[in-house]
T-cell receptor, first 114, second 115 residues
């Protein structure tokens, strides 16, 4: 069975703090894809990143970075120097190679206070 | 270019009535997905269309739910005899798998309230 676990339901930080959102996944597939989406208060899910299972290279995009570790089945997301505009619900998702539906975690609500 | 659009943005209906929700995918995207986001249930997959292939209906919660996609573009999700537990935000997404676009791009959703 496939499953995505985001154990942190809600995180609150003060602006400029670094914050890491955890994502742990379960799959028996050797080929799969992992995603992060952001859902701001407006409600629309915004795609952030896709990672293939055969590419464990970490990625940095501005203040965002992702740490993919197959050994621990984790795909964690770090925001450096957080800003109020980062306040949103963040979802981690998993897709197997032989299906196109996304399995979502329950999301982590991040609140960044000024 | 234009993103995924959905209509209506909000729908309030009485229990027992039928509702139709519409999704316009990104132009050129052949894959279209419906998800439901409800309190306590997170985001759950409902149905998926890819080109002319038979849709993957494995996520539909009951036979009151159905969806069609006409002309390989616009899709309509129909809920018959709505129940209060159908209240949720219904999200549509599209992707272009044949172009290597594996990420799904989501619309703003339709908030359905069944009274």
């Amino acid at each position: 069975a496939q499953k995505v676990t985001q154990a942190q339901t809600e995180i609150s930080v003060v602006e400029k703090e670094d914050v890491t959102l955890d994502c742990v996944y379960e799959t028996r597939d050797t080929t799969y894809y992992l995603f992060w989406y952001k859902q701001p208060p407006s409600g629309e899910l915004v795609f952030l990143i896709r990672r293939n299972s055969f590419d464990e290279q970490n990625e940095i995009s501005g203040r965002y970075s992702w740490n993919f570790q197959k050994s621990t089945s984790s795909f964690n997301f770090t925001i450096t120097a957080s800003q109020v505009v980062d306040s949103a619900v963040y979802f981690c998702a998993l897709r197997s190679y032989n299906t196109d539906k996304l399995i979502f975690g329950t999301g982590t609500r991040l609140q960044v206070f000024p | 270019g234009a993103g995924v659009s959905q209509s209506p943005s909000n729908k309030v209906t009485e229990k027992g009535k039928d509702v139709e929700l519409r999704c316009d995918p990104i132009s050129g995207h052949t894959a279209l997905y419906w998800y439901r986001q409800s309190l306590g249930q997170g985001l759950e997959f409902l149905i998926y269309f890819q080109g002319n292939s038979a849709p993957d209906k494995s996520g539909l919660p009951s036979d009151r739910f159905s969806a069609e996609r006409t002309g390989g573009s616009v899709s309509t999700l129909t809920i018959q005899r709505t129940q209060q537990e159908d209240s949720a935000v219904y999200l549509c997404a599209s992707s272009a798998l044949e172009l290597g676009v594996y990420e799904q791009y989501f619309g703003p959703g339709t908030r359905l309230t069944v009274t």
